[in-house]
C-alpha cells in the first residue's frame, strides 16, 4: 500500500506552510506612497511543495514558483505561478508525489523512469535580453512569460548549450549586457566537470570553455570581475554511492579546503589558477571586482558547513554553529606565486541573500544589502558602517533584499530596497519599500499581501515605462 499523499512533513507544514495555490491579486492594499522609480516588474522564484515530500528531504527540493509584483503608476498587481516542470506535471496527474529525494533517482516511482527529475526551477526569476527564465543549477532553464507566467519550453539556446546544467547564479555584465554562466557536473554525473558560459546582450550563447574542478563539491555561486573570473568549490560532496544507498545528495568533508579557481575574462580556462582556503564555505557573492594584481571576492562566509540539512561524510549531523555566515572579503594576489590571500569579515555583518546596487557589478563598490535574522542591513565599505532595519515583531523575517535605483544615473546606492517580509504572527506577507539611503527609518511604502509566501530564493528587477 503507498503511503498517504498528505502527511506531517517537516517543511511541508512547516512555519511558512507550502502555499499549493497560484495567485492573482488586482490593485494589492499599498500603505503609504510607491515611489515613481519603482515601475516595472519585480519577478521572484522559490520553492513551494505541491505535494508533501519524502521524511527528511530538504526545501530546494520543493516546486517552483515564479512570482511578480507588477508596479504601474502606484498600482501593484501580484501574480504566481507554478513553473509547470515535466515533474510538477507528472505528479500533478498522479495525484501525488512519486519523485524521491533531491537529486537522488534511486529514490523515485518506477513511472519517473527517462523523465527531467530534477528541474524544479525553483531558484532564480533571472531577466535577460527581454527574456525571464526560471532558473535551477543542475537543469537547464525553464523559459516563462513575463506578462502571463505561464511556463514556455525550456532553453538550451537552440541545441548549442553543451553543458547539462547552467547555474541559478548568473551575472549581468552591467557594461557589455553579458550573461556569464557556468556548468556544474557539467555532463550529468557527479565529477570534476565544469564548464564556463557567456551569453551576449542579445541572449546568444558565444562562448563555453570546459576545465576540471579540484574534487566534486557544491559551486552554488561564482563572481565576474571586469578582468577575472573566480569559481568557488565548496567541500560539499557528492557520490553517486552514497546516493544509491539512500543517503543524501551533498556531505559535508571537513578535510577538504575550500577551492577559488581564478581565470581572466579575456584568458582560457586551462589558466585557471586554484587557491586553498581552509575552514571556509562560500554561500553567496555580493560582489567582486580587481585592484591591479589584486581579486577580490565579497561573500558569506561561514567556518563550516552552511548547508545545516546535510551532516558530514562520515554521517555527523551538523553543528549549526558553524554554519553561520558573515560578509567576508576575500583577496587572493595574484602576484604572489605563493597563493596567498587575505580574508576579512565585515563587523557584525551576519546575514545571508547579499545583493548590491548591481550597476556597480563587477566593479569597485561601496554599497552591499543583506538580510538578517531580524531585518535587513546596508553594509558601507567605504566607513564600514553597518545600518540595520530592524523589524518590530520578532516573528517577522526578511526574503532577499533587490535594490532599485532612483534614476537611472543616480549616484550609487540613491534608490530604494525591495523585500518581502513574512509576517509570523499573521500568517501573511508583505512586499516593503525602504529608502536605501535611509533603511534604519520607516517604510517608504507597504504593499499587503492577503496570505503568505514561502521563502523565495533569488530575484530582480525588471524596469518598465
Ligand atoms: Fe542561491
Redesign the pocket.
Known amino acids: 500500500m503507498q503511503d498517504a499523499v498528505f502527511r506531517e512533513i517537516h517543511g511541508f507544514y512547516g512555519p511558512v506552510k507550502a502555499q499549493r495555490f497560484e495567485a492573482d491579486v488586482y490593485d494589492c492594499e499599498v500603505i503609504g506612497e510607491i515611489p515613481a522609480a519603482v515601475e516595472g516588474s519585480l519577478y521572484r522564484a522559490g520553492p513551494d511543495a505541491f505535494y508533501p515530500t519524502l521524511e527528511n528531504d530538504v526545501v530546494i527540493n520543493g516546486d517552483g514558483v515564479v512570482s511578480e509584483f507588477r508596479f504601474t503608476s502606484g498600482h501593484v498587481d501580484f501574480k504566481s505561478r507554478y513553473v509547470k516542470t515535466e515533474r510538477f506535471l507528472k505528479q500533478r496527474e498522479a495525484r501525488r508525489r512519486v519523485y524521491g529525494h533531491y537529486r537522488n533517482p534511486y529514490s523515485d516511482d518506477p513511472s519517473t523512469e527517462g523523465t527531467d527529475r530534477d528541474n524544479t526551477g525553483n531558484?532564480?526569476a533571472f531577466f535577460h535580453a527581454n527574456r525571464l527564465f526560471a532558473l535551477r543549477e543542475d537543469s537547464h532553464p525553464h523559459e516563462i512569460h513575463p506578462d502571463t507566467l505561464e511556463t514556455l519550453p525550456k532553453w538550451n539556446f537552440n541545441g548549442k548549450l553543451k553543458s547539462t546544467s547552467l547555474t541559478?547564479?548568473p551575472k549581468i555584465d552591467p557594461v557589455t549586457g553579458e550573461w556569464w554562466s557556468f556548468g556544474l557536473f557539467a555532463h550529468g554525473k557527479l565529477n570534476c566537470d565544469m564548464m564556463l558560459h557567456v551569453i551576449d546582450r542579445d541572449g546568444n550563447l558565444v562562448r563555453q570553455e570546459e576545465f576540471q574542478t579540484p574534487y566534486a563539491g557544491i559551486s552554488?555561486?561564482f563572481a565576474v570581475t571586469r578582468e577575472h573570473v573566480v569559481f568557488g568549490i565548496m567541500p560539499l560532496t557528492v557520490s553517486d554511492d552514497r546516493i544509491k544507498s539512500g543517503g543524501p545528495f551533498y556531505a559535508y568533508d571537513p578535510e577538504l579546503p575550500a577551492c577559488f579557481g581564478i581565470m581572466r575574462r579575456d584568458g582560457t580556462a586551462r589558466e585557471i589558477r586554484w587557491f586553498e582556503v581552509p575552514q571556509c564555505f562560500l554561500?553567496?557573492i555580493m560582489n567582486g571586482f580587481t585592484e591591479g594584481n589584486v581579486v577580490h571576492v565579497d561573500a558569506t562566509i561561514s567556518p563550516g558547513n552552511a548547508f545545516r540539512f546535510y551532516p558530514d561524510v562520515n554521517g555527523k549531523p551538523t553543528d549549526p554553529s558553524h554554519g553561520i555566515p558573515t560578509i567576508t572579503r576575500l583577496s587572493f594576489d595574484l602576484s604572489n606565486p605563493e597563493n596567498t590571500y587575505t580574508r576579512t569579515s565585515f563587523a557584525n555583518a551576519t546575514g545571508e541573500m547579499p545583493r548590491l546596487d548591481e550597476r556597480f557589478a563587477m566593479a569597485p563598490y561601496r554599497y552591499g544589502y543583506i538580510k538578517t535574522r531580524d531585518g535587513v542591513a546596508r553594509l558601507d565599505w567605504q566607513t564600514m558602517q553597518l545600518a540595520v532595519h530592524r523589524f518590530a515583531d520578532p516573528a517577522d523575517s526578511a526574503q532577499e533584499p533587490v535594490f532599485v535605483p532612483r534614476y537611472a544615473d543616480s549616484p550609487e546606492g540613491d534608490g530604494y530596497l525591495l523585500f518581502v517580509v513574512n509576517r509570523g504572527s499573521e500568517n501573511r506577507a508583505d512586499l516593503v519599500i525602504l529608502d536605501a539611503m535611509n533603511i534604519e527609518g520607516p517604510a517608504v511604502a507597504t504593499v499587503k499581501l492577503p496570505f503568505n509566501q514561502p521563502g523565495a530564493?533569488?530575484g530582480m528587477f525588471v524596469a518598465r515605462g
Do not use: I, N, R
Open positions: 531558484t532564480y541559478a547564479h552554488h555561486d554561500g553567496h530564493f533569488h
